[in-house]
């Protein structure tokens, strides 16, 4: 698998030199810091559990991590945010104008990428998705501040701006190994509850992570008014007095007592509520691969469960 993942990151990295001398060193910037790459992998691993990696999943490997980095810089302009995978974001470096467009052209360049496919559903099923992850964005942003915002409203609004790339990568990598249907829809079920776990877990760690450890800029989601499953478990579960006070302290921006509001066990233990609705989601993903024949590939997507159920239960500690 390293090997796959290995060229992966080399084509990756070659898209740069598509793009005009005058641009390629922002978009290099941009793909150079090196981050999980968990989309690659599912795509990759349900293309090892379904057949052969063939080089259909290298290039859907590289198209899902385009669109995946495109959000990113369009994400640290709207949070402000100023370290990402342990260097200077765009934006810190560029601006935000200029940084607006590098994240157009990821974009721009995964789609152009994704028209390669030989199955036309391959494509549209890769622009589908990108729009539903800039749909869940709009709609996360249009909420901010919005202490009406239901926690199912919140899952949804995962499911589209994560949960969304991950489930295409779990189900077109079985769907270029031509499998039955059943299966790629069940991978389809799969990659979004991993993908919502995910981002719960992001979510959680905005709140209870190390900056100087993690590598990126925390605490944005309570500064920027983003509602996310620790606060809204934390209103549900508050009394009407304790409510109110809460609300106040999102409205007036005092993201510090917030925070300690939802460290603290007292309060009716919203972060670990939170930690455990994912661990949840992924408990569920893994019943999903019962659909798959057993073998090294399926074995290492358990093991991909396995290993974000621990990243979240550390954030217990």
Not at 119 to 124: A, F, K, L
Request: charged letters at 25%; aromatic letters at 4%; proline letters at 2%.
């Amino acid at each position: 698998m390293q090997v796959h993942l290995d060229e992966v990151e080399t084509r990756i990295k070659q898209q740069a030199a598509e793009f005009d001398p005058a641009v390629e060193g922002y978009v290099t910037y941009a793909i150079g810091g090196q981050g999980k790459r968990l989309r690659p992998l599912v795509a990759l691993l349900s293309g090892g559990a379904t057949g052969q990696i063939r080089d259909a999943h290298l290039n859907l490997a590289v198209v899902l991590e385009l669109i995946h980095v495109a959000t990113l810089v369009h994400d640290d302009i709207m949070d402000e945010a100023e370290r990402r995978r342990g260097q200077a974001t765009v934006n810190a470096r560029w601006g935000n104008a200029l940084s607006v467009l590098v994240g157009d052209c990821l974009f721009a360049q995964a789609l152009n990428l994704s028209t390669t496919f030989d199955n036309g559903d391959i494509s549209r099923s890769i622009a589908q998705a990108a729009r539903e992850v800039c749909s869940g964005e709009i709609i996360q942003t249009q909420r901010r501040f919005d202490l009406h915002l239901g926690i199912d409203d919140y899952l949804r609004i995962l499911e589209m701006k994560t949960g969304s790339l991950f489930a295409v990568a779990a189900e077109l990598g079985a769907v270029i190994n031509e499998v039955p249907e059943e299966t790629a829809r069940t991978l389809k079920r799969f990659g979004m509850k991993i993908g919502t776990a995910y981002q719960i877990y992001d979510d959680c760690l905005d709140i209870a992570g190390n900056e100087s450890i993690i590598g990126k800029t925390l605490g944005t989601d309570l500064r920027k008014g983003k509602l996310t499953l620790p606060v809204l478990m934390l209103l549900k579960s508050a009394s009407a007095s304790d409510r109110e006070q809460y609300c106040r302290f999102i409205v007036e921006g005092k993201s510090e007592e917030m925070t300690d509001v939802l460290r603290n066990d007292a309060a009716g233990a919203p972060l670990t509520a939170a930690i455990d609705a994912g661990t949840s989601l992924i408990v569920e993903a893994q019943r999903d691969l019962d659909v798959l024949k057993p073998g090294v590939h399926a074995e290492a997507l358990g093991q991909l469960c396995d290993a974000l159920r621990e990243l979240l239960d550390q954030l217990h500690d």
